[in-house]
């Protein structure tokens, strides 16, 4: 590897030529060439703003243009040479250097980025654009993807997926170490968004207790899609990278895998994430399913899930709070309902002759998996009304958040918030007076932005 400095960068950087070691030695010329590609079809752009995020790992910025702007002349190339492929980083972050040579981390979380877009490019192409039209073909994309990933491992289930909030204020960051740390104990690996917070948090936590534990080869999950990872670089601690190829997908991946799911504080992500698993736990296929979900946080957090806990009873009603449990301020329970929940999971899965890596007999219809785009007429449109099937409504609230986490952090839909204004959002009053009041207090509470003053890109409509 060589390196040098660019003279006149107000940020220090560097030049480098890395070689992967494994997975990408087996890239064919077509997926070399469309990761070269910059023209339109091509992936260059998106592999550079990938790259760029895994490359700034550990940054606390929320912003998915600051490490563009603060990197304008960053760009890398993927050769393919005779015994396989190299990358070639111009300009890049220091920070991901020590001597000279790239963290022996950040290079595996580059790889797997080159990986994934790579695999995105041929086998999620155009041309298989039919496949994606019908939900077992979705699935088997999703399955491909992390098998192509080496993330499903035929072992017994002892995977917890960890969702909450990339911001958090310090004691419930301090809390979910607490509760990885207990799910470490206790043999379990974690999964999470990847990003800072609480999905960074139980990772850390239960990586001390695997240490303790002598635990061999712990995973540290990170699932992430193209317009998160740029507002939410990849924490330290990942050692498992995957990046889907939108929201839907990664949702499924979440779901697909985990054998249990901790919820922790946090905004409009975090509310997404629980309205769509919600929507698939009260489809009657999934009702006697056992999927352990367990609502967690310090006692200050308390009134953050009594209100969560009041806006799905209004809107889903009493039916669905009877798939989650809420546990406040004590993590060894958390660890040990969770550990009990995927003990019935073992048994649910060996008595359906179902895999313990990946969740087939979970039910996922079509318009759960189908990307939504949040357009200013799609946000407008969602039918946000009583009167529907809980899981049917639970599908257009997940869509609701969903706008918002894209006008918050994600690129393109900060564009169209920048260019038409807020989104607007219509619904029965009741509903819409308390999906307002919830969005309020994520404000209040800075769960939505980690720095910076917030302005809404959204408007309830009453």
């Keep these: 590897m060589n390196d040098t400095a660019k003279p006149d960068s107000t940020l220090p950087t560097v030049n480098a030529r890395i070689y992967p070691r494994g997975g990408l030695d087996v890239l064919s010329r077509e997926e070399v060439a469309r990761l070269k590609d910059a023209s339109a079809g091509g992936l260059h752009d998106l592999l550079r703003r990938c790259a760029l995020a895994v490359l700034t790992s550990g940054s606390t910025s929320d912003d998915p243009r600051a490490a563009q702007e603060m990197y304008p002349d960053f760009d890398i190339q993927v050769a393919q040479q005779d015994r396989g492929v190299r ?108 990003g800072p917070g609480a999905m960074k948090g139980p990772m850390k936590g239960a990586n001390i207790a695997h240490a303790k534990q002598r635990q061999r080869r712990p995973r540290y999950i990170g699932i992430t899609e193209p317009g998160i990872i740029a507002a939410e670089s990849p924490n330290p601690i990942v050692n498992n990278l995957v990046i889907m190829p939108d929201i839907e997908k990664r949702l499924e991946a979440f779901v697909r895998m985990g054998h249990g799911i901790i919820v922790f504080p946090g905004g409009v992500g975090t509310a997404e994430e629980i309205l769509y698993l919600l929507g698939l736990l009260l489809r009657e296929e999934n009702m006697e399913l056992p999927f352990p979900l367990i609502l967690t946080g310090p006692v200050a957090s308390a009134p953050y899930f009594e209100q969560i806990d009041r806006f799905i009873r209004l809107t889903l009603g009493d039916a669905a709070t009877e798939r989650y449990e809420i546990i406040v301020g004590d993590p060894q329970a958390v660890a040990r309902r969770m550990v009990e929940g995927i003990k ?101 509470q800075r769960r939505m932005k980690i720095s910076g003053e917030y302005r809404p890109c959204y408007e309830v409509v009453t």
């Design 87 to 194: 990358i070639e980083l111009q300009n890049a972050p220091a920070m991901a250097f020590v001597d000279g040579e790239i963290i022996r981390g950040v290079a595996e979380l580059l790889f797997a980025t080159v990986r994934d877009l790579a695999y995105m490019s041929i086998e999620l192409g155009p041309e298989y654009a039919k496949d994606l039209e019908s939900s077992a073909g979705i699935t088997d994309a999703v399955f491909g993807l992390l098998r192509n990933a080496r993330l499903l491992y035929p072992t017994d289930p002892n995977l917890v997926v960890c969702w909450g909030g990339h911001s958090i204020g310090r004691d419930e960051y301090e809390y979910t170490k607490l509760v990885g740390y207990e799910l470490g104990l206790r043999g379990l690996d974690i999964c999470t968004g990847c």
């Design 344 to 444: 019935r999971v073992r048994s649910s899965r060996i008595a359906h002759k179902d895999s313990f890596y990946f969740n087939w007999g979970l039910e996922v219809p079509l318009p759960f998996q189908q990307p939504f785009v949040p357009t200013h007429e799609a946000m407008a449109a969602l039918d946000l009304h009583h009167g529907r099937k809980p899981h049917e409504l639970a599908a257009d609230l997940r869509r609701a958040f969903s706008g918002i986490v894209a006008g918050n952090v994600k690129e393109d839909g900060m564009r169209r918030i920048e260019a038409f204004g807020p989104f607007q959002i219509h619904g029965d009053k009741d509903m819409m007076e308390s999906l307002d009041a919830l969005l309020r207090a994520f404000v209040e």
